[in-house]
C-alpha cells in the first residue's frame, strides 16, 4: 500500500524540496498551499500519482475538508510536513494586530491544526511521523521579528508536548528549524548584510533542508 505525505506549502520553497524527495523516495505526495494552480503545477513537475490540494492552514473548516480530501483520494495520511509560513517583518511598535494575528494564525495555529486533523488517521493505523518547519528565529531572536520568532518558538513549544502525547502511538513528531534559506520568503533580504553571521558564509538551499526532514519523516521507527 503506497505511503502518503501531505506537505502543507508544498508548492513553493522549502516544502516544494520536500515534496520532490519524497517523491522521488516511492511515496505519494499531496502538495497543499492557498493557489492551486502554482500547488497543480508542483505536483505536476513530481510526476504521475501525486496531487494538489487548495487550502488556507489558518482556516479550520479548510483544513478538515483538505484532510478528507487527501483521504479520499489518496487514501490516507502516513506522514505531515507542515512548511506553510508567512514572515512580516517589522519592529513590534510598528506591527499592526492584524499582521500578529495573522503570523500567529498561518505559522502556529495552521500547524496545530493539521496536526490535530492528521491525529484521526495517524492513530487508526497506529503510525505516521510529522515535520513542522520552524526556524532559527523561534530559538535565537532576530531584530524585526519579535512576531515570527513567536511563532515559531510556540511551534517548538507545541511540538515537544505533542511528540510526549502520541510517542505510545507511534508517531514522531519533530521540527527543523533552518536559518535563512533561498526562497521567495527572503528573496528580498540583502545576502551580504548576514553571510558574516552564518558559519558557512551563505544561505542554505530547500533541498539541503529537504534532507533533514524526509531524514526524520522516513525513519525506520515508521
Ligand atoms: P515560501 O517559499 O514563501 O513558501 C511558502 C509556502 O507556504 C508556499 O507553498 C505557500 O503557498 C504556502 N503558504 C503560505 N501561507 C499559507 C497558508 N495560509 N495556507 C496554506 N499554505 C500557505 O517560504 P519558505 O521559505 O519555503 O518557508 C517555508 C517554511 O519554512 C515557513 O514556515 C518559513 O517560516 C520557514 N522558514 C523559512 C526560512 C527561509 O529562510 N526561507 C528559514 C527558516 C524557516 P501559497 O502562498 O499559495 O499559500
Known amino acids: 500500500m503506497d505511503k502518503v505525505c501531505a506537505v502543507f506549502g508544498g508548492s513553493r520553497g522549502i516544502g516544494r524540496a520536500v515534496a520532490q524527495l519524497m517523491a522521488r523516495k516511492g511515496y505519494r505526495v499531496a502538495i497543499v498551499a492557498r493557489n492551486l494552480d502554482v ?21 479550520e ?49 495552521g500547524s496545530m491544526l493539521t496536526c490535530r486533523a492528521a491525529m484521526k488517521t495517524m492513530i487508526q493505523q497506529q503510525g505516521g511521523s510529522i515535520v513542522n518547519i520552524g526556524s532559527v528565529i523561534g530559538l535565537k ?42 526562497t521567495d520568503m527572503t528573496k528580498d533580504l540583502k545576502e551580504e548584510h548576514f553571510k558574516k553571521n552564518i558559519p558557512l558564509g551563505r544561505f542554505g538551499e530547500a533541498s539541503e533542508v529537504a534532507h533533514a526532514v524526509v531524514f526524520l519523516l522516513d525513519s525506520p521507527c515508521n
Open 39 to 59: 500547488a497543480r503545477a508542483a505536483a505536476g513537475d513530481l510526476g504521475g500519482g501525486h496531487l494538489a490540494f487548495s487550502c488556507d492552514v489558518a482556516k
Open 141 to 182: 531572536g532576530n531584530f524585526g521579528q519579535s512576531v515570527y520568532g513567536a511563532s515559531k518558538g510556540g511551534l517548538v513549544g507545541f511540538s515537544r508536548a505533542l511528540a510526549k502525547e502520541v510517542a505510545r502511538k507511534k508517531i514522531r513528531v519533530n521540527v527543523v528549524a533552518p536559518g535563512f534559506i533561498h
Open 61 to 109: 473548516q479548510d483544513v478538515q475538508n483538505t484532510f478528507e480530501e487527501i483521504e479520499k483520494h489518496l487514501g490516507r495520511v502516513n506522514f505531515l510536513v507542515n512548511a506553510a509560513g508567512i514572515n512580516r517583518d517589522s519592529l513590534l511598535v510598528r506591527t499592526k494586530t492584524e499582521d500578529m494575528v495573522s503570523l500567529l494564525h498561518t505559522n502556529l495555529l
